[in-house]
């Protein structure tokens, strides 16, 4: 993709001007959860989440397999839907809204894709434009732009989805999902079959394009080190509850929870063992 390939944003530097604008005393609600419970057999995976996503943040969402992160972020787009509460996209209960619409208005990219195979490249991009009803000429120079943005050659939108490997196709997920230019953007461990070299790139590229179109977005990840790295607040789900929702820096230097303490040790421990090895230690 574009833009700057390394070096992470500041993890805990203000949010974009862009997010900011029309605002008194306060960041602006993009998302919000109010009591939101969903269970399956009797059982909580999601146990009175009451959360508020501002417009223009970064948020990841990490804790361990099972926990709920997918069924949090599935019951924006409504492909999950929730038992009790309300969630809400700008004060407008997605419930709400016919379904089709909403899901056109949020991006998103969850792993292996799901490209149509039968569709070149730029079809596959252009789909949510042409069913918005964008014309054909405004859809080419569409997905040229977003093909460029994603750092693809050109050509690759003649290609079938068979043709690219991994880390192209999630490339092409995400412009596919950027197509419809969407306020916000869902990831389900969007990275998650990449090789570490190309994870490492596309998130810092994700971040950049986050950055340069003014997104709210959310990542699940499995990875504490990606989700610190990566975004402005981490929240951590455990059976279906929240057991932190802090900035990055925060959370380094005190979890409390022993749960929380332990992913973070992961990380740092993989850090020092590098730094110990580079300085033959
Ligand atoms: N359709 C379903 N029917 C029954 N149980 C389900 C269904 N979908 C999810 N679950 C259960 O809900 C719980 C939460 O699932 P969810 O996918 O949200 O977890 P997760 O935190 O994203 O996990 P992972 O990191 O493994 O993807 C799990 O115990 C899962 O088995």
Same mark, same amino acid.
């Given at each position: 993709?574009?833009?700057?390939?390394?070096?992470?944003?500041?993890?805990?530097?203000?949010?974009?001007?862009?997010? $900011?604008?029309? $605002?008194?005393?306060?960041?602006?609600? $993009?998302?919000?959860?109010?009591?939101?419970?969903?269970?399956?057999?009797?059982?909580?995976?999601?146990?009175?989440?009451?959360?508020?996503?501002?417009?223009?943040?970064?948020?990841?969402?990490?804790?361990?397999?099972?926990?709920?992160?997918?069924?949090?972020?599935?019951?924006?787009?409504?492909?999950?839907?929730?038992?009790?509460?309300?969630?809400?996209?700008?004060?407008?209960?997605?419930?709400?809204?016919?379904?089709?619409?909403?899901?056109?208005?949020?991006?998103?990219?969850?792993?292996?894709?799901? /490209?149509?195979?039968?569709?070149?490249?730029?079809?596959?991009?252009?789909?949510?434009?042409?069913?918005?009803?964008?014309?054909?000429?405004?859809?080419?120079?569409?997905?040229?732009?977003?093909?460029?943005?994603?750092?693809?050659?050109?050509?690759?939108? +003649?290609?079938?989805?068979?043709?690219?490997?991994?880390?192209?196709?999630?490339?092409?997920?995400?412009?596919?999902? /950027?197509?419809?230019?969407?306020?916000?953007?869902?990831?389900? +461990?969007?990275?998650?079959?990449?090789?570490?070299?190309?994870?490492?790139?596309?998130?810092?590229?994700?971040?950049?394009?986050? +950055?340069? $179109?003014?997104?709210?977005?959310?990542?699940?990840?499995?990875?504490?080190?990606?989700?610190?790295?990566?975004?402005?607040?981490?929240?951590?789900?455990?059976?279906?509850?929240? /057991?932190a929702d802090q900035p990055p820096r925060a959370l380094i230097h005190g979890a409390g929870d022993p749960r929380i303490e332990a992913m973070i040790a992961v990380a740092r421990r993989s850090a020092a063992r590098l730094d110990a090895i580079a300085a033959g230690r």
């Amino acid at each position: 993709m574009r833009g700057p390939v390394r070096g992470y944003r500041e993890p805990d530097a203000p949010a974009p001007v862009a997010a $900011m604008v029309g $605002m008194e005393g306060g960041r602006r609600a $993009m998302i919000s959860f109010d009591h939101v419970g969903k269970h399956y057999a009797g059982r909580h995976v999601l146990d009175d989440v009451s959360l508020t996503i501002e417009r223009g943040s970064f948020v990841a969402l990490v804790g361990a397999s099972g926990a709920g992160k997918t069924t949090l972020l599935k019951a924006i787009n409504r492909l999950v839907e929730i038992d009790t509460g309300t969630i809400a996209i700008e004060g407008r209960d997605v419930a709400a809204q016919p379904v089709a619409e909403l899901r056109r208005r949020i991006g998103y990219v969850f792993q292996g894709i799901g /490209l149509f195979p039968h569709m070149s490249v730029a079809e596959n991009v252009a789909l949510v434009p042409r069913l918005q009803g964008v014309p054909r000429e405004e859809r080419a120079a569409r997905v040229a732009e977003l093909l460029d943005l994603v750092a693809l050659p050109a050509d690759f939108a +003649e290609r079938r989805p068979a043709q690219l490997s991994g880390g192209q196709a999630q490339r092409v997920g995400f412009a596919r999902a /950027l197509a419809a230019r969407p306020a916000i953007m869902l990831m389900d +461990e969007p990275f998650g079959a990449l090789d570490p070299v190309t994870r490492d790139e596309l998130g810092a590229a994700y971040r950049a394009l986050h +950055e340069a $179109m003014g997104l709210t977005s959310l990542i699940v990840t499995h990875d504490m080190a990606e989700a610190l790295l990566l975004a402005d607040r981490v929240i951590v789900i455990g059976e279906g509850r929240i /057991l932190a929702d802090q900035p990055p820096r925060a959370l380094i230097h005190g979890a409390g929870d022993p749960r929380i303490e332990a992913m973070i040790a992961v990380a740092r421990r993989s850090a020092a063992r590098l730094d110990a090895i580079a300085a033959g230690r």
